[in-house]
DNA sequence: GTAATAAACGGAGGCACCTCCGCTTTAGTG
DNA sequence: CACTAAAGCGGAGGTGCCTCCGTTTATTAC
């Protein structure tokens, strides 16, 4: 009955992992990697042997390196979050930036219809691991508040907003129930957002 | 995409069901039986195929009388509610109304005990299945009131409470937390209010 | 280089899930 | 009764989960 720290410590958090030895290393990241693209492409019930054999390795790896499903589930998101996350800085460093942010929502729509279809299982794991979710939230907010900051300074976008209200105004994309048009109507929200912010530009 | 009514209708509400063949409805029976002691010995996650076989059905029987496990849950669990309820009855035909009351809260407190360990589970299908919280929860409370508004009439318990007021008494026994000693706890709980009930009965 | 050892690998094997469909039983009908 | 259609049965078989442990490999020490 140890004190489990939170679920998974992981994620790269400086080197505070003892390192692994390099063929496990490779294993791992081969894994997470082909795991991402399995569950997306057959949801998130899809076989692990699968994963296993698609990544080249036997299923007791797998299991070695991520005991349940929920532990390999919970790497993949997180690694998700991260490179939409890090997608904020490369954008702004590419693109003017109201259309930085722009591109970045768009992305945070494609990113939640992905999602979608695991629901029920994201769903059990946010509420079973909270840290997860309050890690991730805060990661997303903190993404956010860059490009939208970035575009408030320069004058591109009004500035009596800021990322929580821009957050807020996304929300509906979250709760819209999950019907064929949800894509475009998100797509839609997310130009209406954007017209708005960029009305009176210059002027805050 | 058929509408369903509420997962499950079921439950012996009059003969709404097709009759099934003799020997359809023998094995039903006894599945849900089986299925309700090994359930209580193993844990929800007991073996569907271990069920089948105590009761000498081959798995295609089981799955098609309960298309899931779920399925198979529910109706175990109705059973069980129903005998609860039923059994408020009895006991108030059987003995003084107060011993009644005391009695019927004491195998609820068993009650709980046994659904413990089936919590999670049983939590996920509370939240599934709305139907299934309001009608059981409906079913119990309505057992309560008989028991009480009987034991207030003859004078056996004070007069100022009804049965909302006991269940809102005994919701204690829910919300503890499950250490070994709940039983006791909850037992004491059971045997306070009794007293408390008893004290100036008559008088109100 | 080589040896020693700890770490990691992989897949066979045991168990459970669930579907599918050929066989058996029941409930009607004459 | 005998017959038949419909209802029900059951278990083989294909798949997935997860554990266990003999084998392989990376690393460290010499």
Not at 176 to 193: C, H, Q, Y
Request: glycine share 6%.
């Amino acid at each position: 009955m140890a004190v489990e720290p939170s679920a998974i410590a992981e994620t790269k958090t400086a080197a505070e992992e003892k390192p692994l030895r390099a063929d496990a290393r490779r294993n791992r990241d081969r894994l997470v990697e082909v795991a991402a693209s399995v569950f997306a492409e057959r949801g998130i019930d899809a076989s692990l042997e699968e994963i296993a054999r698609r990544a080249g390795v036997g299923i007791g790896t797998l299991y070695r390196h991520f005991p349940t499903r929920e532990h390999l589930v919970e790497v993949v998101y997180r690694r998700e979050v991260e490179a939409l996350c890090a997608a904020a800085g490369e954008l702004a460093a590419k693109h003017p930036s109201d259309v930085a942010l722009e591109e970045w929502m768009r992305r945070f729509v494609d990113y939640i219809a992905t999602k979608r279809g695991l629901a029920t299982s994201l769903r059990i794991l946010l509420t079973t691991n909270s840290t997860l979710f309050s890690d991730t939230s805060g990661r997303v907010s903190q993404a956010l508040r860059q490009l939208v900051e970035a575009a408030v300074a320069d004058g591109t976008i009004r500035g009596d907003v800021d990322a929580s209200d821009v957050l807020h105004a996304l929300s509906g994309i979250y709760s819209a129930p999950d019907t064929p048009e949800w894509r475009d109507r998100s797509r839609r929200l997310v130009k209406l957002l954007m017209d708005g912010l960029r009305f009176g530009a210059g002027k805050g």
